[in-house]
């Protein structure tokens, strides 16, 4: 088909070549697909010049600086998107760093209300001990004392 649509040495655009297989076939067919084959029949219409010669050298010259643009232009991208990245990212810290510190603040303050809680559940167990010998039956009889004065039973 692409030899046919040829004119001369001067092949066929890809948009030719798929409008003519949907008109023919009624599929225009892959387009990778149809590009490749017309990349293979450039390279068997037009011999590789002889290696060392001029004009590869040329080629081959313009192929690199091709493939050197390209690589810078991937780089710049590349960069980028990773400065824009990393700014995001040192704003979001920036954004967190006070949520940080009140985290940090809550904590010590967590721990001075655990450690006050602890000495009054102390002191708390001390007085009850306290009272609780205060109250306790003296002698072998079992019988209760009186309360010391101003202490009711009822208040416990």
Known sequence: MIRELMVGKTLPSGAAVRA?????FGSRGGVARIYR?????????????EPGSVESLQRELQALRERA????????AHQTHW??????????????????????MA??????????LHAAEQRAARLEEQLMAALAPS??????P???????????
Do not use: C, F
């Open 20 to 24: 003519t297989l949907d008109a023919r």
């Open 37 to 49: 084959l017309l990349a293979d029949e450039r390279r068997l219409i037009t011999p590789p010049p």
């Open 69 to 76: 643009e390209r690589a810078e232009d991937r780089e710049r």
């Open 83 to 104: 400065a824009g990245e990393v700014d995001r990212l040192r704003m979001k810290v920036q954004a967190l760093e006070p949520l940080a510190h009140q985290g940090r």
């Open 107 to 116: 904590g010590e303050w967590s721990d001075l209300l655990r450690h006050q």
């Open 139 to 144: 002698g072998p009889s079992g019988s209760s």
């Open 146 to 156: 009186n309360p010391p004065e101003g202490l009711a039973r009822d208040r416990l």
